[in-house]
Every structure is written in C-alpha cells, then in structure tokens.
C-alpha cells in the first residue's frame, strides 16, 4: 500500500480536520511515461476533486477530472486516474489535488517521480495510396478531429462500467508497432514529417474479431478520414479505449457492450500500412499505454484496505 503525506494548502476554515497523514493515497510511488497514476482520497467525500501533472518548468502536461466510486462495501471514495504523457522526460512532477465542497476548495501538492524511458524511432515509407490520404482532405481532418476531442472531453460522472483488467481486444494479435513510438513517415516527394503513435497496433490473420477490452458503453461508432471505421468504449468518467481501421463495425453509439464482446472485424480502413487494429487508451484526454491494465486493474481496490 502506498501512504503519501500531500503538502496541504488550507484555503477553507477547519480543512486540517478533513486531511490526516493517511487521507490521500497515489500509486505507484514513481512511474515511467505512459503510465497512469491512481488517486484515492479516503475518509472525506468531496462535491468533486481534479488532478494535474505539471514538470520541473511549471508547465501542466495533465489533467484530468475525479469520480465517486462505491466499494464493495457500499463506501463512497473520491478517485482520479491521471495519465503521464509517452513524451515526459526524467525528473520530479507536481501532482496537483483540487477538492470541492460546497463553495470551499483545497489545493493538495505531491511530488512524483518520472524515470527515464525511450520509446523506439519507426521510419515508414508511405506508398502512394497512403500518401494521398496523408496528404488529401485537411479540412475534414480538423473537423473530425474537433469532433473526437469533444467525445474525449466530455467526462460523464455516472459512467461507472468497468474497473479491473483489460483483455486484449486482438486475440493472440501480435505487436506490430508500439505505443510511443516516434514515426518518421516518408511521403514521396521527398519531404519528411513525424507523429508520437499513441496506441499499440495489433495483428492477426484477415477476419480476426475485434473484442471490447473491457465493459463500457460506445461514445462513438463511425466511419472517419485518418482512422478509418472507428469505434470509442467509454470505461469510467473520462477513461476510453479507441478501436481503429476497423473493416466493419457491429456496435453502435449508446450500447452498453460486455468485456469481450465482438464490435467489428480487423481491418484497414483509413490510413493503414496493412490490416492491423489500432488499439489506443486515453485517461484526461492524454494517451497512454493500454497494455499496462491487461496485468492490473483500473482501480486497485486493494490500495484502500
């Protein structure tokens, strides 16, 4: 279990009554980019509570919103989950805490520990068809791109589907380009342009069904320019899994799906070097590693005994 002791600063009359050394708990005690942290406020239930990650430089890289979760105990918990960007260097993070009672608020601060890690360089070499899509339709990208990041953005209190681990929605899908990666992609005309990949993409053979990683309902089922048929599972309150290049798509917006449920078959549609899933995780709108929830849980429950 892991106890921190926040720097407190008391901005409502008698807040020290609500904070002992116990009151807040974050895990792990160190993470590496790409990671998610977990943030659990015992004893006090606050109206709301928000989280963010700034550097050494005093810049924010994160942020996300708290929820109410019921143990199996019926007891409410103030949570956040908060996501470490792939692209944060080494070095000591604020860990910012707002809670919200009322008209009162508390800032709570924690330093975090971010270790060294390099994700690995990719150069692509596009071939003409993905050249074209590369570089074709901008002002449909910006407008689909507007539209995801309201899907990402709007952060759903009452969305309490899922908590333990992830499945991987490719069965037995091997790794063919990892998250984080830095991609160089050679266009034809010579000029060079890069992009951080933000999931993992999995392969298996033509026809392999696309499985829910975890419950939770469909925010978005839709055919798009870049990311071909794509499919967004809303898992708690800002917390999503995104299912790309999809060949066809067996969900629609508003179903409540079960872990590993079928929502499409492999494919790819949109901008796709082959047929592949594009299998991609954001918590607070910041991507981080999906794979990591496959050997441990959204929420470890533990951390509160």
């Excluded at 596009?126 to 990208?141: E, G, P």
């Excluded at 266009?187 to 392969?203: R, V």
Aim: glycine share 10%.
């Amino acid at each position: 279990m892991c106890h921190i002791i926040f720097r407190v600063l008391l901005l409502a009359a008698g807040a020290s009554a609500l904070w002992g050394a116990d009151a807040v708990l974050v895990a792990p005690d160190y993470t590496l980019p790409g990671e998610v942290l977990q943030i659990f406020v015992k004893g006090t239930v606050f109206d709301n509570i928000s989280v963010s990650l700034a550097n050494e430089q005093g810049k924010a890289v994160s942020h996300a919103q708290g929820f109410i979760w019921r143990t199996e105990k019926r007891r409410k918990v103030n949570v956040a989950l908060l996501g470490v960007p792939s692209t944060s260097l080494p070095g000591k993070y604020t860990l910012t805490l707002q809670a919200e009672e009322g008209t009162a608020r508390w800032d709570m601060e924690k330093t975090i520990t971010v270790r060294a890690y390099k994700y690995p360089d990719r150069v692509i070499q596009l071939n003409s068809q993905m050249d074209t899509v590369y570089n074709s339709n901008a002002t449909r990208k910006k407008r689909e791109a507007r539209e995801l990041w309201a899907v990402l953005g709007n952060v759903d209190p009452k969305a309490l589907f899922f908590v333990g681990t992830f499945i991987q929605p490719v069965a037995e899908g091997l790794i063919t380009a990892d998250f984080g990666e830095q991609q160089l992609y050679q266009q034809l005309n010579g000029t060079a342009s890069t992009a951080i990949h933000n999931g993992q993409d999995l392969w298996n053979t033509p026809g392999t069904p696309i499985l829910a990683a975890g419950r939770g309902r469909v925010v978005l089922a839709a055919e798009r320019f870049l990311t071909g048929n794509t499919i967004i599972i809303e898992h708690l309150p800002g917390v999503f899994t995104m299912y790309y290049h999809l060949k066809t798509m067996s969900v629609g917006v508003g179903e409540v799906v079960a872990q590993g449920a079928e929502i499409g078959i492999m494919g790819e549609t949109g901008f796709a070097t082959g047929e592949h899933l594009h299998w991609e995780m954001r918590v607070g709108g910041t991507a981080v590693l999906p794979s990591q929830f496959i050997s441990r849980p959204l929420l470890d429950m533990k951390l509160l005994e």
